[in-house]
């Protein structure tokens, strides 16, 4: 059932020897979703350690993770294969790392499927017999799209429950009503969790996610929204349903994720990129529980939302700080936030050449085109509502930048230091006030070329520039 690599399968026949291999966990919840196998792990029943060592090391470097865990690694080629033993694990103290951990070579199939967090991944498969080993029935919530947890140790590791949420995302799952309810009983443990293990979910949340709204409902169902409170706030924060008949701010939100994840821009990303536009789009309207006010607007009196753009940049550093997101990530997110209804600057939706120079400037380092998806998932996220002017705006938008160069990145100063150093003036303070005043001057279109800064410069040094020396 699953595809080998030819590599792993001389190994296998060589393990075979001495123990009975198994491939577990992602690799077969992969396959049996109908995605590509990626990590390849091993559980080997029947055998210690010593020799499972001793046969590996004829196929390449072992790295022994930790004798106590019984996981040692081989490394053939480029590829790396995790082996392992079968082991109890056992509760001794708070957090994820609180764990004894027992190699035990005898722990039949359904004991060493226990251990692990959810169905979906206690299913292992023998390459040998062809056969599926699924003793908690993971193969038939993979069908039913469940995300259920496989034994009351689930509680033991508050980190579980942010895996449900990355899970939840990546694979479109729904939270079972009675893991759900696990999960709130241990949402007081949320302290225990690293920054940096919060992190590692939030990440592959935000960039392998094919339903991410899945992911923030298992928060909700959870109990767990509590401890991301920029984004709890969304809940019941009210919207004018002649503009937002999808319901509440929170609801938008989901909306706008799915929208972003369906986009052929945001899945031929890289994951930086994906990244960084996933942030942008939960963190859109985190300016608007503090803005909305119930207000009259040409005569109706309309929930609305004032400012809330530049109002959203705070909480998103605040909750991205909160999540152990990489430091420079905020810079990247917070003008997409700040900017997200730049389509609306214009009321005929049309830019001037300095307007499009002027926010690529205030976008860095993201881009208008990341604006642009930004705004498209945004427009997309209020069914059953579809507004074709609004996309067509933000095309023209794209457009306008792809025309000026500008889709990915701000102009480049064309008057340089340099410039003035030509002109036989010395380096010193006046020289900033000089180029900055070029910058301004070529984004609004006085020139567009070294000959048209050179030419500005030297009428801009007729007429009072002061301090050069």
Known sequence: MIRLPKDLELVLQAVREIGRPRLVGGCVRDELMGRPAKDFDVEV??????????????????????????VIKLRRGGTEYDFSLPRRESKTGAGHRGFAVEPDPDLSDADAAARRDFTINAIAWDPFTQQLIDPFNGRGDLEQRILRHTSGAFVEDPLR?????????RFDLTLAPETAALCRSIS???????????????????????????????LEEAGWLQHFPEIAALRGTPQDPEWHPEGDVFE???????????LPAWQAADPGRRRMLMFAVLAHDFGKP???????????????????????????????????????????????????????????????DSQVRRLARKLQPAGIDDLCNVMI??????????????????????????????????????????????????????????????????????FNDEQGARAWLDNHLRHGAQGLG
């Not at 029943?45 to 019984?70: E, H, I, K």
């Not at 959203?312 to 997101?325: H, K």
């Open 45 to 70: 029943p029947g055998v210690n350690f010593d020799q499972l060592r001793r046969v590996l090391s004829r196929f390449g470097a072992t790295d022994v993770v930790g004798r106590s865990f019984g």
């Open 161 to 169: 429950v942010l895996r449900a949420m990355q899970f939840a995302g």
């Open 188 to 218: 007081g443990t949320f302290g225990e969790l690293a920054v940096e293990r919060v992190w590692m979910e939030w990440d592959k949340w935000a960039t392998q996610s094919l339903r991410p709204s899945r992911g923030l409902r298992v």
């Open 252 to 262: 938008h939100t989901l909306h706008c994720l799915d929208a972003l994840a369906s």
């Open 290 to 352: 503090a803005t909305t006010v119930r207000a009259e607007k040409r005569g109706v009196l309309r929930w609305l939302s004032p400012n809330h753009a530049s109002e959203g940049m705070a909480p998103a550093r605040s909750f991205l700080a909160r999540i152990g997101a990489p430091l420079e990530l905020p810079d990247y997110v917070c003008p997409l936030v700040q900017f997200h209804l730049a389509h609306h600057f214009d009321s005929e939706c049309q830019h001037t």
């Open 377 to 446: 998932a945004d427009s997309l996220g209020r069914p059953p509502l579809h507004d074709p002017e609004t996309l067509a705006c933000i095309e023209r938008l794209r457009r306008h930048a792809e025309e000026l160069a500008l889709q990915n990145e701000a102009p480049k100063p064309i008057l340089r230091g340099r410039h003035l150093i030509e002109r036989g003036y010395t380096p010193g303070p006046a020289f900033k006030r000089v180029i900055d005043a070029a910058y301004e001057a070529q984004l609004d279109g006085a």
